[in-house]
């Protein structure tokens, strides 16, 4: 008999929403997470399909009270500073999810771990899980550590691996596979005062472009701070020096539109690095472990697919761990169709975002030649991937741009 039904390491949006499901439906759930929250974390736009988890781990209401900033739309800016018409949501579908949401992680990831404490998970915070335990090649528990005390094992009958870039069991299994042509680097920082678009435009998220394939996140929310960050190429970023708020003065001045906005306010805070951009793990499970959010698998952030992707497996590896320990068998092959169904979705946005890397793609172009594909474009924007095919979509957009080949791994191993 294990301690838990599941152990779940790492208590951001994926953690916490399959540890909120799974002590829901009944299970003994424990979840470990090495920092004690509120914690900062990058990641704060929304995809509006974020809203129908959301509303299944009974948060919406209370991102509302929260009060954090509403988000509508999402616009385009070319380098001489052209704003794009602001796609609006609620112009494609009539739901509350057409609006969704910019949010300060560090209270967005509290409201949600605490909403799993709330359904009846246990959470250990500042407690760091240090390697798998095992028997044979089935993994059993962990062993932790909380703070200085000295290390402990914990058994479950299934384990969840949820600790986002850290990747713990991709990491110690070299698991990790690079996605080769989205290597990107990221700079990022904070700005207070900067200027804000009116009205419905206020919370929009912009992607300003910069030159040789870069571009410029500008994010606002509440308190008048806007999140700004520069995703590109290394050599393009590193060109002359690597101090990033060097690199970032000067890139602020080759787009327009971020110069317009951003100069009213102030720079505050650190400047934040990251590199090692797009990934996918070997394998999505082995016996008795499950890979869940960026633990799994990572995508460069230009269409804000990470929370969503980290809330969407989140509840889908509830369900398959529900279903799997129903039956009594957490063996990888309990967790196979959550493999392909995650690899599918994931595979939708990554198309997207090699088009969008593409020098000869625009989505100006893509509709100009296919007026009828507006809509299945924008319900790959907004995250409606669940059951829908995108085949013509994919042919369309190979038209104009190099799309890449579907990843043959993060499945389960073959034989099982
Ligand atoms: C530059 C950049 C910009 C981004 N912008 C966006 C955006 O605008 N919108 C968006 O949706 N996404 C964005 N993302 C992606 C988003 O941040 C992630 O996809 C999302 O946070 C994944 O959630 P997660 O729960 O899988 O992992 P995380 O949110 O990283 O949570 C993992 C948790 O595990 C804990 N942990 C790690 N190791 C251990 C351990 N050994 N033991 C115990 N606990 C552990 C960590 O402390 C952490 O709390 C961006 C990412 C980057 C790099």
Redesign the pocket.
């Known amino acids: 008999m294990s301690d838990y039904d599941a152990i779940i390491?790492?208590?951001?949006?994926?953690?916490s929403s399959s540890a909120a499901l799974l002590a829901e439906m009944g299970h003994r759930v424990l979840l470990?997470?090495?920092?004690t929250f509120p914690?900062y974390?990058?990641?704060?736009?929304?995809?509006p399909f974020c809203w129908f988890m959301l509303n299944r781990l009974g948060v919406t209401g209370k991102m509302d009270e929260i009060g954090f900033q509403q988000k509508k739309s999402v616009q385009f800016a070319t380098t001489d500073g052209r704003i794009s018409a602001p796609f609006y949501f609620f112009q494609h579908f009539d739901h509350p999810a057409a609006t969704t949401w910019q949010v300060e992680r560090a209270d967005f990831?509290l409201m949600l771990l605490d909403n799993a404490r709330a359904k009846g998970a246990e959470v250990r915070e500042n407690?760091?899980?240090l390697e798998f335990l095992k028997d044979g090649e089935r993994v059993t528990g962990v062993r932790a550590r909380s703070g200085d005390e000295d290390a402990f094992e914990v058994t479950a009958t299934v384990t969840l691996d949820?600790?986002?870039?850290?990747a713990?069991f991709q990491r110690k299994h070299g698991w990790r596979k690079r996605d080769p042509m989205l290597n990107k680097i990221?700079i990022?920082t904070f700005f207070k005062g900067a200027k804000r678009d009116p009205g419905l435009d206020e919370g929009a998220t912009t992607i300003a472009y910069l030159p040789e394939g870069g571009w410029f996140?500008n994010?606002p929310l509440r308190d008048d701070i806007v999140s700004s960050?520069i995703?590109a190429e290394r050599d393009y970023l590193y060109r002359d020096t690597r101090d990033p708020a060097e690199i970032f003065a000067r890139e602020i001045h080759n787009n327009a539109w971020i110069h317009d906005h951003l100069s009213a306010g102030e720079q505050f805070g650190q400047y934040w690095v990251?590199g090692e951009y797009s990934y996918r793990a070997e394998h999505c499970a082995t016996d008795g472990l499950v890979l869940?959010?960026?633990?799994f698998a990572?995508l460069d952030?230009v269409f804000?697919?990470?929370?969503?992707?980290?809330l969407k497996s989140g509840e889908m590896a509830a369900d398959a761990v529900h279903a799997a320990l129903e039956k009594g068998d957490t063996s990888a092959s309990a967790f196979a169709s959550y493999g392909e169904q995650l690899c599918s979705h994931i595979e939708v946005m990554r198309k997207l975002v090699y088009a969008f890397y593409d020098p000869e793609f625009s989505f100006g172009k893509l509709i100009r030649m296919h007026p009828d594909l507006r809509g299945k474009l924008t319900d790959c924007l907004i995250g409606n991937v669940e059951g829908q095919d995108y085949s013509d979509l994919a042919a369309a957009m190979a038209e104009i741009a190099e799309l890449p080949a579907e990843l043959d791994y993060g499945h389960v191993p073959a034989g099982v």
């Open positions: 390491i790492g208590g951001g949006p994926a953690g470990l997470e090495k920092t914690r974390h990058v990641g704060e736009s929304l995809m990831d407690t760091t899980a949820c600790t986002g870039r850290d713990l990221s990022w996140w994010i960050g995703v990251t869940v959010g960026d633990a990572f952030p804000s697919s990470g929370v969503f992707l980290a």
